[in-house]
């Protein structure tokens, strides 16, 4: 499968921890993408970083890029409840298609 | 501006039935796609557009046709349900796929049930 990977599939964090999740891919990438999912809805952009950048800061967001491991991780500091969804990376390897990770599920409790 | 907009939101079929998915944006973006979403896994590319009468196949394109007509609407048949075509489908839009930078804008989805 050309999908990339993520970890953890679930993680449960109390309100105000950080919480890290990763992303694992195959191929070469143009650029990396983050996206939310709350549930039952479609997917929200967050933030997206150039294969020539290492990190990224938007808000309480973090995303750090290693071309050489072929990985991301996304970090979300001071969670909030309003946190919890699944959030899903997304490659583009060029070619107008996009690959999608499986996702990790969020779970922040108040 | 409505941004995505897909119809129907739910829809139960019986195996052998055809049916038409919507999809229309009304941001005059180049590029749409289609995407089925299956539990625990992320969304697998169906077929894609690039532009009015442009279209390609994705990842999972058999079962499914596409056609582009008009720069704001691109809908997706099932030209005879199967049971494992049941999934959430998302269509998204995009300014330009190929400009870096350019995210992709997600409906709300349709969850399809077939029998």
């Known amino acids: 499968s050309q999908q990339g990977e993520e970890d953890p599939q679930a993680l449960s964090i109390q309100e105000g921890e950080n919480a890290t999740m990763n992303c694992s891919y195959k191929?070469?990438?143009?650029?990396l993408q983050w996206y939310r999912q709350n549930s039952g809805r479609g997917l929200v952009h967050l933030i997206l970083?150039?294969?020539?950048?290492r990190e990224k800061h938007s808000g309480r967001l973090r995303v750090t890029l290693d071309t050489s491991k072929k990985s991301s991780s996304l970090l979300i500091t001071a969670s909030r409840a309003a946190d919890t969804a699944s959030y899903f990376c997304a490659m583009d390897t060029g070619g107008f298609k996009t690959i999608f990770g499986a996702g990790t599920r969020l779970f922040v409790k108040a | 501006n409505a941004g995505v907009t897909q119809t129907p939101k739910f829809q139960v079929l019986k195996t052998g039935q055809s049916m038409t998915l919507q999809c229309a944006q009304d941001?005059?973006?180049?590029?749409m796609s289609w995407y089925r979403q299956d539990p625990g896994m992320g969304l697998r590319l169906i077929h894609y557009?690039?532009?009015?009468?442009?279209?390609d196949q994705g990842e999972v394109p058999n079962g499914y046709n596409v056609s582009r007509s008009t720069t704001e609407d691109f809908p997706l048949r099932l030209l005879s349900a199967a049971p494992s075509q049941t999934s959430v489908y998302f269509c998204?839009?995009?300014?330009?796929?190929?400009?870096?930078?350019?995210?992709?804008?997600f409906g709300p989805g349709t969850r399809l049930t077939v029998l």
């Open positions: 191929t070469s990438i143009n650029n």
């Open positions: 970083i150039r294969s020539n950048e």
């Open positions: 557009s690039v532009g009015a009468g442009i279209t």
């Open positions: 941001m005059n973006h180049e590029y």
């Open positions: 998204a839009s995009s300014p330009r796929l190929a400009a870096p930078g350019d995210t992709q804008y």
